[in-house]
């Protein structure tokens, strides 16, 4: 069976049962354990949960708005019918939650994310380093910049990735400073394993391991009972088996796949699922 969810599962237990309830800027409070470990390996499993369904297309669009498009702009999403940024996108005239961001940075959510990717151009960087210089120790993508960290809508949760060639196989090492487990961490790691394993292709590697560091493992109160529904989902039902990730072998450039809502060049194959829990977001 799944391994992601057994161990998804098992998280979420621990945090209602043993977590600590504190009070954080949303004004809702979350229930949280320090920190969190996991791993994945990738030829033995594609990290998607089961026991509720994860909007995979979605997910990926985000990754690659971030990675391939570079783009802060909420629009682009919009566009492609993903709305996960609605929350904090700037406005028309600049504004967001009091602030004046000026309207440079309308429609966006300013500089963050794909903003960073694309000011030091990150993703170029990295795959010509894992091409000429594999055995380079400075493989890293980093989001937190503290130069952009005041116009920046939300600084970036998922914040660095670190990134390994071992027996010709790609690593990544991804840390997460804050971690919404109902909704944010079902979506990031799916998005980073996808994107490991085209980082994987267009570079001549397989796909190796996904090492997960996360602080501040949290659930929020008012999602409490959606997960609670999952744990029951997962105890009387069961999980199925892990779906597996085409990706169309002709891409040999990572800007080359198509980012279209179709997502022409990437599919999930088998992904069966015990359908969605609606999760309030806390914004």
Not at 138 to 166: G, H, K
Not at 220 to 237: F, S, T
Request: proline letters at 3%; hydrophobic letters at 40%; aromatic letters at 12%.
């Amino acid at each position: 069976m799944a391994k992601w969810d057994r161990e998804y599962i098992n998280l979420c237990k621990e945090i209602i049962e043993k977590g600590q309830e504190v009070e954080n800027r949303t004004g809702i409070n979350t229930i949280k354990l320090p920190y969190k470990h996991f791993e994945f390996d990738l030829e033995e499993e594609f990290p998607i949960l089961t026991t509720k369904f994860v909007a995979f297309k979605s997910a990926v669009l985000e990754m690659l708005w971030i990675y391939q498009a570079q783009s802060n702009d909420v629009r682009w999403l919009q566009d492609r019918g993903v709305k996960i940024w609605n929350e904090w996108q700037i406005d028309e005239n600049g504004h967001y939650m009091g602030k004046d961001f000026g309207k440079e940075y309308a429609y966006t959510i300013g500089t963050a994310y794909g903003y960073i990717v694309k000011r030091y151009q990150l993703v170029q960087n990295l795959i010509e380093t894992i091409k000429n210089n594999p055995t380079d120790r400075r493989m890293n993508m980093s989001l937190w910049q503290n130069d952009y960290l005041a116009t920046a809508a939300l600084p970036s949760c998922v914040w660095d990735s670190m990134w390994d060639i071992t027996d010709g196989k790609l690593n990544a090492i991804v840390t997460q400073r804050s971690c919404d487990v109902a909704l944010g961490l079902p979506f990031n790691v799916t998005q980073y394993a996808v994107l490991l394993c085209m980082l994987a292709q267009v570079t001549g590697l397989k796909p190796g391991k996904l090492y997960w560091s996360a602080k501040d493992v949290h659930i929020y109160k008012n999602q409490v009972e959606g997960i609670e529904e999952q744990i029951k989902r997962y105890e009387e039902l069961g999980d199925f088996e892990a779906p597996k990730l085409r990706l169309n072998p002709e891409i040999k450039d990572f800007f080359k796949f198509d980012n279209s809502k179709e997502l022409k060049d990437i599919e999930l194959i088998e992904y069966e699922h015990h359908g969605k829990i609606k999760m309030p977001i806390a914004v």
